[in-house]
């Protein structure tokens, strides 16, 4: 069950503790007591959509109405990405993330779109990341089975997703549910606890980088938040370096919650500073934040 909790002053969430079973539950038990859960459907785009198949950078090969969910990404670390939708985060408390929009509490819209995104999966890479707007948790139990069941069918040998800090007590028995190398990503976000918890509001305490390290090796982290510095970010970018395997660096991109937020001058001293982590081969740089080829992408002139 999940339990609020008071955190350095602000109200978080409880650690969500294993399953003694060893099999990954729902996460919508709970979810009255975590907030932000109102499971509303959300209706598709009408706009024109970058197609499938992109580099990181790279323009699609096609186009398709509605939210963009399969995609092929061909530049470091190639492999397929799905984003699926979830049940409600069990967070949904972050200022600066509206995601959360895409989740919903129909089992059957959950499951139905992931019987669609899944069937495009071809195994091409060996490697697969499946994202939603929230944690690998949140997806349902038949469609966590789907997915399993996936990766064995096609030999898919390396597995990528995502998982909020509260669930940090059930990451052995996911890396194990899925049977497969599993790269549990992070979006700790900054390790300066002022702009996480106090701006962000992301609700994660830990006393250091080593401690979020031992238990992943891939962290994703968002530059261009105002109250950042420029030290800030190169603490960041160090410890990343310095302690974790694989990463992500987010370029704060426009959205419904940005406005008061973005500091896009320090975006573009990052884009200057640390233009050689492009060259880096396990740490991706986001420019915005459809640039993996999913989500709703922006129009493109001349068809």
């Not at 339990?3 to 539950?25: C, H, L, T, Y």
């Not at 919508?28 to 907030?35: Q, R």
């Not at 092929?72 to 959360?100: A, H, M, N, Q």
């Amino acid at each position: 069950m999940v339990r609020g909790s008071r955190v350095n002053g602000f109200k978080g969430v409880a650690d969500i503790g294993a399953n003694p079973a060893g099999v990954i539950g729902s996460a919508i038990i709970g979810l009255e007591n975590a907030g932000g859960a109102n499971g509303r459907p959300v209706g598709g785009s009408n706009r024109a959509l970058r197609g499938q198949e992109a580099g990181l950078h790279g323009r699609a090969a096609c186009y398709a109405p509605g939210m963009q969910r399969y995609a092929v990404i061909t530049g470091k670390l190639p492999r397929e990405i799905v984003l699926l939708k979830g049940l409600p985060c069990v967070w949904s408390k972050c200022t600066f993330c509206d995601y959360i929009a895409d989740n919903t509490a129909d089992a059957d819209w959950i499951e139905r779109v992931a019987d669609e995104e899944l069937a495009k999966v071809t195994g091409r890479f060996g490697r697969l990341e499946v994202i939603n707007s929230g944690s690998i948790q949140e997806l349902t139990d038949p469609v966590r089975r789907q997915i399993r069941d996936l990766l064995g069918r096609l030999g898919i040998g390396d597995f990528i997703c995502e998982s909020y800090w509260a669930y940090r007590k059930q990451w052995d028995a996911t890396r194990a549910f899925f049977g497969v190398p599993t790269r549990i990503k992070l979006g700790v976000e900054t390790f300066d606890a002022g702009i996480r918890n106090g701006v962000l509001n992301k609700a994660m305490v830990f006393d250091g980088p080593e401690d979020v390290a031992r238990l992943t090796d891939t962290i994703c982290l968002l530059v261009g938040v105002r109250g950042q510095t420029r030290d800030m970010v190169r603490r960041d970018i160090d410890i990343l370096l310095t302690h974790f395997t694989y990463g992500c660096v987010n370029l704060f991109s426009a959205n419904s919650r940005s406005s008061a937020l973005m500091d896009d001058e320090l975006k573009a001293w990052f884009a200057e500073e640390y233009a050689e982590l492009e060259q880096h081969p396990h740490i991706e740089v986001l420019w915005e934040n459809t640039a993996f080829g999913v989500g709703e992408l922006p129009i493109l002139n001349g068809g």
